[in-house]
């Protein structure tokens, strides 16, 4: 269970040369692409591990056994955003715990495809996904200092509820956030 709250946590973090040093500078995308939201299973493993490895530069992100493991996982509910040409540009898992609560493990758009409202449609998307298995509470955690995704998930109706004092591997606070899917 502890390497399953380190996974769920985005707890630990990869070698440096795992992920690139320098945050890439984002050229946003055409203007007016149609995206489609689909299912993220294994067979995207390596699309999935490389754009995680780009939305999360300063040292979490996930290794590819994170993501063997929880696109492999029974509980998982996890979709991906396509580009017309079939290029994921976004994804996003979420688990059902044990307790039956739904838990946002990740969420990440490519920089070059945000501001779209591509995270509020996966969010919505899997909000759906655990409605439909009965899950009626999500939660997640996310960086204090990480002001957008926080505005992504107000906006999206989830509440701070609690600080997590040093929650990330490198000190930094995180705060819970839950919604009610009632
Ligand atoms: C956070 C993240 C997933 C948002 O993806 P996105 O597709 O750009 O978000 P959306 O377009 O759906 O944004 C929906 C709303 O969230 C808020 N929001 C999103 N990004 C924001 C930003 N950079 N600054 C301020 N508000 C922001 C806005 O209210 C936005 O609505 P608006 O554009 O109409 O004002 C994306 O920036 C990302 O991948 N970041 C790196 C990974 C990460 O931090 N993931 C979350 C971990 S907890």
Known sequence: MAVLKKIRSRWWSPAADEYPVE???AVPAAAGLRYDIRPLTISHLDDCWRLDQRCFVDG???SRETFEYLLTAPEAVSYRVTTP???MVGFVIGLIEPDHTGHITTVGVSPDHRRRHLAKRLMAEVEKGFRLRNVRM???EVRSLNI?????YQSLGYAITQRLP????NGG???LMIKSLD
């Not at 957008?148 to 992504?152: G, N, P, R, V």
């Not at 040093?166 to 591997?169: A, M, R, T, V």
């Open 138 to 140: 999500v939660r997640l």
């Open 166 to 169: 040093k929650y990330y591997s």
């Open 23 to 25: 945050p890439e500078r």
């Open 85 to 87: 040409s079939g290029t």
């Open 173 to 175: 606070d995180g705060l």
């Open 60 to 62: 979490e992100a996930y």
């Open 148 to 152: 957008a995704a926080q505005k992504l």
